[in-house]
């Protein structure tokens, strides 16, 4: 009994590490995940550009946030009323939320269209297309300001980043991945790096942790 104990024991202290050993040269891994947007140093650290999370309601004035409790990391779209007879440019991403749901049902995913006063055939679209699923959520921004976003979320983009790219947005708010929603493999290397930021995030609470019990 007691030696059995003691392999418990050792198993308890032994996952953890063999754990973050595992994630430190998965594949996913190899490829550490970029920061976009302006950067500057400052008492040697690297300050890295962030985003506000807050949109509107496509209906309303009414916030609509996305805080860092409930959506620790959450991917976006903004979505432009003249991609309309292109399907958006978002046929990668239809083919999974039609065919492929429960591949995406974990992610909240935030689609930002141009809102007006009275209701688009681009609102009306995406709309329908966000009540495929609960993950799915629909939010306005002010079609007069829209290409302000180029000074929030493209801000320093590559430059073959556009509308209807998807951006992965971390705990921090920093951008840190954009992904061409036409394209099923674009989608796919967007959910793998998307599960790898979420066990990233993960593993820097659980060090966080540690250290406060350890200083306790």
């Known amino acids: 009994m007691f030696k059995n104990k003691k392999w418990i024991f050792f198993l308890i202290i032994l996952f953890p590490s063999a754990f973050w050993v595992i994630l430190e040269t998965s594949t996913i891994n190899s490829n550490k995940l970029p920061f976009y947007g302006p950067k500057h140093a400052t008492s040697g650290d690297t300050v890295y550009y962030s985003v506000k999370s807050v949109f509107e309601k496509s209906n309303s004035k009414e916030p609509f946030d ?5 959506y620790p990391a959450f991917v976006v779209m903004f979505i432009k009323d003249k991609y ?23 992610i909240p995913f935030i689609l930002v269209c141009e809102k007006q006063n009275d209701s688009s055939a681009t609102e009306k679209s995406i709309r329908a297309m966000a009540k495929k699923a609960n993950n799915i959520f629909f939010a306005g ?10 000074k929030t979320y493209f801000v320093d983009k590559p430059y073959y980043v556009d509308y209807s790219f998807f951006i992965l947005v971390d705990k921090k708010r920093r951008i840190r991945g954009y992904y061409d929603s036409r394209y099923v493999a674009e989608v796919k290397r967007m ?5 790898h930021l979420l066990i990233k995030e993960q593993k820097q609470i659980m060090i966080d942790e540690n250290k406060i019990k350890q200083n306790n």
Do not use: C, H, P
Request: proline share 0%; glycine share 4%.
């Open 84 to 106: 309309s007879d292109n399907a958006f440019r978002i046929s990668g991403f239809w083919e999974y939320v039609n065919y492929k749901k429960d591949k995406i049902e974990k």
């Open 66 to 70: 996305i805080d860092t409790i409930n």
């Open 191 to 195: 959910l793998g790096e998307y599960q």
């Open 141 to 150: 921004w002010n079609k007069n300001s829209f290409d302000s976003i180029n």
